[in-house]
């Protein structure tokens, strides 16, 4: 096992990161920006050195600087959390120079995944059911309009070094194609560099079902069931499940199959994900994610695998925990992210300063924050404030739960969107599993209507509880001011 490990990340991943190498006994080494100087993180880790500038490119993204701190503290890895750098391939190259070991899959898989069309001609030829569509790049119009007619429309134009739902053009008619294809190639171009385009059929309402994966150094490769995140906003997921609602053992069996024979086809090391779009009964292999992503605590919940503690036994060369048989799934789990967005205001970015922080507890409720009560929300980085997560033996009672520890959550200073998962919670549709990718934007306005309701009724729960964020010298003379009007009203009204 290692004896010390630098965490190339912040906020609450990093402390997830850190919390399984204190069990492991291994030390842990946090990196900081300026912004981050008075961050849970920072504090959490046995060592912490600070690389900079509070703009990711000047910290959290500088390969050269986060090596030198690696080697000179004497850590043997370096684990880059999700975001950052832990899609880029050459923080792997990097690592491979200087004999420091990556809590991750190899460059080389980093880069093939990240490349829609290579990873979209692996999985065809790796017999994984794939989109019908070509695995090409469009060179030009009239092949795309023969491509097309062949699949039929409505198809989808997509960027294959895209990602995010950046380079994606739906297309219904002929007429757009042209367009669509242009329009595209030149978003591609000035994004990603590069502007190849392929086509796709284009599934209309599609549940986004992906699989985690894990593999060790020694040829074992298994799936850890599945999660459905069909429930996002501009490409941002903002409450996943596992299981899926419609997830079935037989289904599980064969989904989780072509996750299997999808990373073994590449000889896929580490934690990954394989992400599905289901349709109509069908699934098809959409992209595969070579990093530890934000949703990995719904799969722990369920099957009781420290997944990033596999992660990094695996990648100091031991065997994975566990066979495929000694896999299964008990109860649900449901994951809430809690941004600080104002969820009224098309989830506009709300940072600031928490006046006030409470979070919940009891029986099957977990929280990965990094924050804590004063702290401010720096503005360089995204807006995840913590990720509330629940267990229920049934879906019904895991929703119940989350509606139950929402309740509980109190976050004063910042506007969270706590208020859109009070109303997702309380969704008819979403309680009976009716999801897919456009489940948010369907139901827009009910969702605002159903906010509204749970803004106005947090008022007075909130008024009530904010006392208990005062200091006491302050409670204590509020109360006797308190006491002493209402000894004066009732003396008035004796009179
Ligand atoms: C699709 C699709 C429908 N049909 N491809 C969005 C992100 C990008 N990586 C792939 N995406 C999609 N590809 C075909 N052929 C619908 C989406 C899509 C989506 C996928 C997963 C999760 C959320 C989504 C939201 C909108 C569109």
Redesign the pocket.
Known sequence: MFNKVLIANRGEIAIRVMRACRELGVKSVAVYSDADKNSLFAKYADEAYSIGESVPAKSYLNIEKIMDIAEKCGADAIHPGYGFLAENSNLGKECEKHGMKLVGPSGSVIEAMGDKITSKKLMRKAGVPV?PGTDKGISTIEEAVEIAKSIGYPV?V?ASA????IG?RTVYEEDELIRAIESTQSVAASAFGDSTVFI????EE?R?IEFQIMADEHGNTIHIADRE??I?RR?QKLIEESPSPIMTEELRERMGAAAVKAAKSIDYTNAGTVEF?YSHGDFYF??MNTRIQVEHPITEIVTGIDLVKEQIKIASGKEICCAQEDISVMGHAIECRINAEDPLAEFAPNPGKITGYRSPGGIGVRVDSGVYMNYSIPTFYDSMISKLIVWGRTRNEAINRMERALSEYVILGVKTTIPFHKAMMRSPDFRAGKLN??FVDQHHKGIMEEMKRVVQEDKERVDRLKSTFLPNKKVAAITAAVGNYMSAAQSQQKK
């Open positions: 989109i989808i997509k895209g990602g995010g739902g994606m796709e059929k284009y599934l599609p986004h995140c069909s996002q490409h779009l959409l992209e990718t456009h």
